[in-house]
């Protein structure tokens, strides 16, 4: 699941493909139709464009009793591979809503992607939608609080006992307990903090003629094992969103959003071939369909199923 950037981040650390689809494309059931009040949604980490595109084929469309309804597509996500997309107009949104920007690594990154879609006969263009980083950090940290309250008090019920610190990963310890501080009236803020930013998103891309827009999906090259870890309540956080800023964005605006895995870092002694560091791309609500053509596009033009790191698992 994908509540902040759980499908992109992974994707972009490993060199994969991930897909984070719009909120309400694909069933959450069958005891809820939603995960974290509609910020996490489902899908899948794949080598190729064409295995992602099957696999939503196969597991999307309507939920009964769902507030949100993706539109279907015109015809099967894995025929969008057959097909290049038009000319798109592209948003280079380099900085993140919170301030990060993107480190030497990145910014290469988001250099061969440009040039990669203006040979491709895209045009791409520095441009960011304007959004209130602060708010939407704290309207996120309330909703997730809140929704890991409610699942740790959901185990202690099946459990008939209530659940010990021990038991838990120090991280959602802390976060339950905030979550059951949380006034309703800042969960209504919430809401509508991210309202705004998927009304200013999309107001972003019709004022500009864009068809989405293109980021870093880290803002720098993948961290060492424990660096952003559960165990460390008083670092994650701000590890989290300076590592890859532009991601939660798109749960809570319910937009689709894909990691391809278009740049890896200059070769060094611990990392012989470089590491990866997935580029990503975001677009208005239900367009999934052109997001996967572009992929496919990206993926013909620049493969990657050859890389593999030192120790890998066919």
């Known amino acids: 699941?994908?509540?902040?950037?759980?499908?992109?981040?992974?994707?972009?650390?490993?060199?994969?493909?991930?897909?984070?689809?719009?909120?309400?494309?694909?069933?959450?059931?069958?005891g809820r139709t939603e995960g974290w009040n509609g910020l996490s949604t489902v899908h899948a980490v794949s080598r190729s464009v064409r295995d992602s595109a099957a696999l939503l084929d196969v597991s999307h469309g309507p939920e009964v009793g769902s507030r949100y309804h993706a539109p279907p597509p015109s015809r099967p996500f894995l025929a969008e591979l057959d097909h290049d997309p038009k000319p798109l107009k592209i948003a280079l949104w380099r900085n993140a809503p919170n301030g990060t920007q993107p480190d030497a690594d990145a910014e290469a990154g988001l250099k061969f992607t440009a040039e990669l879609?203006?040979?491709?006969?895209?045009?791409?263009?520095?441009?960011?939608?304007?959004?209130?980083?602060?708010?939407?950090?704290?309207?996120?940290?309330?909703?997730?609080?809140?929704?890991?309250?409610?699942?740790?008090?959901?185990?202690?019920?099946?459990?008939?006992?209530?659940?010990?610190?021990?038991?838990?990963?120090?991280?959602?310890?802390?976060?339950?307990?905030?979550?059951?501080?949380?006034?309703?009236?800042?969960?209504?803020?919430?809401?509508?903090?991210?309202?705004?930013?998927?009304?200013?998103?999309?107001?972003?891309?019709?004022?500009?003629?864009?068809?989405?827009?293109?980021?870093?999906?880290?803002?720098?090259?993948?961290?060492?094992?424990?660096?952003?870890?559960?165990?460390?309540?008083?670092?994650?956080?701000?590890?989290v969103q300076t590592f890859a800023p532009h991601c939660a964005v798109f749960n809570q605006m319910g937009a689709p959003a894909m990691s391809v895995p278009l740049h890896w870092t200059q070769p060094n002694p611990a990392a012989p071939s470089g590491l990866p560091l997935g580029m990503m791309f975001g677009s208005r609500y239900g367009t999934e369909s052109l997001l996967l053509s572009l992929a496919g596009q990206l993926e013909r033009a620049a493969p990657w199923a050859h890389r593999k790191p030192l120790v890998w698992v066919a």
């Open 117 to 239: 879609l203006e040979r491709l006969g895209h045009t791409v263009v520095e441009a960011s939608p304007e959004m209130d980083g602060a708010a939407l950090g704290k309207a996120a940290l309330f909703t997730i609080s809140a929704n890991i309250a409610a699942m740790v008090d959901e185990r202690a019920r099946t459990l008939g006992r209530n659940i010990r610190e021990d038991e838990l990963e120090p991280v959602t310890f802390q976060m339950a307990n905030l979550g059951r501080t949380v006034p309703m009236v800042e969960l209504a803020h919430a809401n509508n903090t991210f309202q705004t930013a998927a009304i200013a998103y999309e107001r972003f891309l019709d004022a500009g003629g864009f068809d989405m827009t293109l980021s870093a999906t880290l803002a720098r090259a993948p961290e060492k094992l424990g660096v952003m870890a559960l165990t460390a309540p008083d670092t994650m956080g701000e590890a």
């Open 1 to 30: 699941s994908d509540g902040g950037g759980s499908i992109r981040i992974p994707a972009a650390c490993c060199g994969l493909f991930g897909l984070k689809p719009s909120r309400g494309r694909i069933p959450m059931g069958p």
